[in-house]
């Protein structure tokens, strides 16, 4: 169905998914803008100019495609506000002990609010990203909805739960119908510079995964040793730094038992590292602050879904309990594995993604 003199401001990073939903929205019969964002100039990272990731070659297979595609293109930079609102959240709650999000930080605080903005002054109807989710409106209540993708390998809604009902009415995702394989297809079809390119799998600002290196060049400092104790309180080892540990941490601790040992505790103040069989990860509740409900108004009452406390994990059945000042816990029916303070636990009923928020404590 065309649709003309329908405007879309077009999220274009580089990759395939972009470029894709690009085009796909210009055969719909939108009058296209692609918009890059630079979030950060590499050289400030310690990065190469063409690193994998948010690169200069991101924005030259962007502008590329944009060319090719023959829509409008422009580069923003919001390179101050991606330092503040995300690297350095992103430092500050590794120092304080939790597991960030950046990404889910990203969408939130840069890419959809920036954006949503931008589309408002320069009069577009809709912004598009190529995340592979959903979005329908519900006949019944009036609200929008954000379901899972229906290629639920590539699935992104877990990342998505922030988004508004004000957002969401003004948002489209054109590629949550279709497979990555049918979307590497079509870029291919169309002769896109970066039809084969790869996913990015890592953090954009730290491609190589390794995050504390990053931190340590960013800030300026290194990270001091520190004691590895068991179970009992017991000094069993030195570490190199709590910071970089994340709870459930098997590999690369350095010690030598018996049995496997795995992190389930860390005490920043006094730059400690806690180390005990896998039975000390598993815990059967927790507690989440700052909710973002997108199937309903707010949380009134208990209600029974699944939960998710990472992006590659499976649903586990819960029960979600309303709090004070925007919290609500979460009881899983059974023990939950390694659950990190500050990663995000989003619930679902189905395929609809009900809402989330950010773990504050493990209970």
């Known amino acids: 169905m065309m649709e003309q003199n329908q405007t879309a401001l077009i999220a274009m990073s580089g990759g395939v998914d972009s470029s894709v939903a690009a085009y796909l929205m210009k055969q719909r019969g939108f009058q296209c803008k692609g918009i890059t964002m630079r979030l950060y100039r590499n050289a400030d990272l310690g990065l190469s100019a063409y690193h994998p990731c948010c690169s200069q070659q991101d924005i030259d297979d962007a502008s590329d495609v944009a060319f090719q595609l023959d829509i409008p293109y422009e580069v923003l930079d919001f390179t101050s506000d991606f330092k503040e609102k995300i690297i350095e959240k992103f430092i500050r709650i590794y120092e304080c002990g939790g597991t960030p999000n950046p990404c889910i930080d990203c969408n939130r605080f840069m890419k959809f609010e920036h954006l949503v903005r931008y589309a408002d002054r320069e009069g577009f109807n809709y912004v598009v990203t190529g995340h592979y989710a959903r979005i329908e409106k519900d006949s019944d209540s009036g609200r929008y909805l954000l379901k899972k993708a229906l290629d639920l390998s590539k699935d992104q809604s877990y990342v998505l739960y922030m988004l508004s009902q004000a957002q969401l009415s003004r ?57 590895f104790l068991d179970e009992n309180g017991h000094v069993v080892g030195k570490h190199s730094g709590a910071v970089r540990y994340t709870i459930g941490q098997r590999k690369g601790l350095g010690l030598a038992f018996g049995t496997p040992r795995y992190v389930f505790d860390k005490n920043m103040v006094q730059n400690t590292v806690s180390i005990g069989p896998e039975d000390h990860l598993f815990h059967q509740a927790l507690m989440a602050d700052d909710a973002n409900w997108i199937a309903f108004d707010q949380l009134k009452e208990p209600i029974h879904c ?11 059945a819960a029960t979600v309990y309303p709090a004070d000042n925007g919290q609500f816990k979460v009881v899983f029916d059974a023990p939950e594995r390694a659950i990190a303070i500050g990663q995000a636990v989003v619930l679902y009923d189905e395929d609809v993604v009900l809402g989330g928020g950010t773990i504050s404590r493990v209970l």
């Open 171 to 227: 948002i489209l995702f054109p590629l949550g119908s279709i497979k990555k394989s049918e979307t590497r297809k079509i870029a291919g079809e169309q002769g896109f510079c970066n039809s084969r390119k790869h996913d990015s799998q890592d953090i954009c600002f730290v491609p190589d995964g390794d995050y504390v290196a990053f931190m340590e060049r960013y800030c300026g400092k290194k990270y001091t040793e520190g004691d």
């Open 306 to 316: 699944k939960a998710k406390t990472r992006y590659r994990q499976e649903e586990r």
